[in-house]
């Protein structure tokens, strides 16, 4: 029986998740960004700073409900098998994009971004991601969110058929700093009524 026909539990995240939440992170990112990431910078991912970092966003309130965790609910003690991170768009707004207004009035664009979405590479097309997603999705839509951005790497060509697939469109490209390289970016969009 594969993954995708057991139970999957989706909950929020809370600090004892850290050092699993810290594992999935950089076993996905060396997976996923071979070749697109410089492999220094691979080799060079720290655990102990990514359970640091995470300790400390889960620490807090407003962050941690904004993470949702997928975890195998049939052994006896759960197993995480990846996470999903969102919240309100917090970077300046792109030409063209409707300014966001924290308060949802009626009307008015209220726009989330999904920040990460991990799973455990062995775990890779079970069906986690789109969990996680679904689970996401109805989450931004309870708190009132008209609309969803992500960015992912250009090259990244796993995540581009996944935002595909759950309906995320356009392509406005970028450029981000990774171990000190640039690499090209893509921003997509999914309305979210």
């Known amino acids: 029986m594969s993954l995708q026909q057991k139970p999957i539990n989706i909950r929020t995240a809370t600090p004892t998740d850290a050092n699993a939440i810290a594992s999935i992170h950089v076993a996905a990112w060396r997976a996923a ?3 697109i990431v410089p492999q220094y910078h691979l080799d060079n991912l720290n655990i102990d700073d990514r359970v640091k970092l995470w300790q400390r966003i889960l620490s807090t309130p407003a962050t941690a409900s904004s993470i949702l965790i997928a975890e195998d609910s049939n052994t006896k003690e759960s197993r995480l098998l990846g996470f999903v991170s969102f919240g ?6 792109s030409p063209g994009d409707k ?12 726009t989330a971004e999904l920040r990460a979405i991990y799973i455990s590479p062995q775990h890779w ?5 789109q969990a996680l997603w679904k689970a996401t999705q109805q989450q931004l839509l309870e708190e009132k969110f008209t609309s969803v951005v992500v960015k992912a790497f250009a090259r990244n060509e796993r995540a581009m058929r996944f935002y595909r697939a759950v309906g995320f469109e356009g392509e406005e490209m970028g450029v981000t700093e990774v171990g000190g390289e640039s690499l090209e970016t893509v921003k997509m969009r999914k309305g979210l009524a």
């Open 88 to 93: 309100a768009v917090a970077a300046i707004p």
């Open 99 to 110: 300014v966001n207004n924290e308060e949802g009035k009626e009307g008015q664009e209220k």
């Open 33 to 35: 960004y071979i070749n």
């Open 125 to 129: 097309t079970k069906g986690i991601g």
